[in-house]
């Protein structure tokens, strides 16, 4: 079983709507939580960074941790065509190694 | 966000040739920055961790004198493709870490074509 687990999809939903990706992970040790958008051929843009539980709102961007759960989960509202793109979900405790998912892309279509 | 530099965006080299790479942090001082390789549809494989001014960290089954990283100053990373073969070509990523939470911010990317 792999550390953190995350569905590749392809994910297409249609322009306007609610966009909801998931990750889910077996260490409870993990304190750091983030979310990246990676544009094909580019590097990883760090979108969302949490510390441990709850919810962090940035615009169009909500993230969520459930540690009970070992849940995280991110949120697009009002999905445009230039969001699609790969979601990478990674985590870390206090050695500063990230673990990551597998990524999700998202298709946004107009 | 922090702004890291990586250059070239793309390399196309012959068989046995060796490569650099440069990661630069532009507006931060990054004790700790990351090289990473990643191949089409998959997500990122950590190669070595480089801490400024001591030799890297490699993963396990990363081979470190083929991939040579120098960490020479705060905003200054080089990973150098010794004897580079078809088998090295792919998307190398470099990341630096501002200050001492998680966050990391990543580098454009490098394409290695080994012809």
């Known amino acids: 079983q792999k550390e953190v687990e995350q569905d590749p999809g392809p994910l297409s939903v249609p322009e306007g709507a609610i966009v909801s990706l998931n990750c889910t992970y077996s260490?409870?040790?993990?304190?750091?939580f983030m979310w990246y958008r990676q544009y094909s051929r580019k590097g990883p843009e760090l979108l969302m960074y949490?510390?441990s539980s709850g919810n962090k709102e940035d615009g169009r961007f909500t993230a969520q941790v459930d540690k009970s759960s070992k849940y995280i989960s991110l949120f697009i509202r009002d999905s445009q065509p230039s969001d699609s793109a790969t979601y990478l979900c990674?985590?870390?405790?206090?050695?500063?190694?990230?673990?990551w998912g597998a990524g999700t892309k998202l298709i946004i279509k107009p | 966000g922090a702004v890291v530099s990586q250059h070239p965006s793309r390399v196309i080299c012959k068989s046995g040739t060796s490569v650099k790479i440069e990661c630069r942090s532009l507006d931060f001082q990054a004790t700790t920055m990351f090289w990473y390789r990643q191949f089409p549809k998959q997500s990122l494989m950590l190669m070595a961790t480089?801490?400024?001014?001591?030799?890297?960290?490699?993963e396990q089954g990363v081979e470190k004198d083929k991939f040579l990283i120098n960490h020479a100053s705060l905003t200054l990373s080089t990973l150098t493709v010794t004897s580079a073969h078809p088998e090295d070509s792919s998307f190398y990523i470099c990341?630096?870490?501002?200050?001492?939470?998680?966050?990391?911010?990543f580098g454009s990317g490098t394409q290695l074509s080994v012809l």
């Open positions: 990341s630096a870490r501002q200050g001492e939470n998680e966050k990391l911010f």
């Open positions: 480089s801490n400024e001014g001591s030799k890297a960290t490699y």
């Open positions: 949490t510390y």
């Open positions: 260490n409870s040790a993990f304190q750091y």
């Open positions: 990674a985590m870390s405790y206090s050695n500063y190694q990230l673990i």
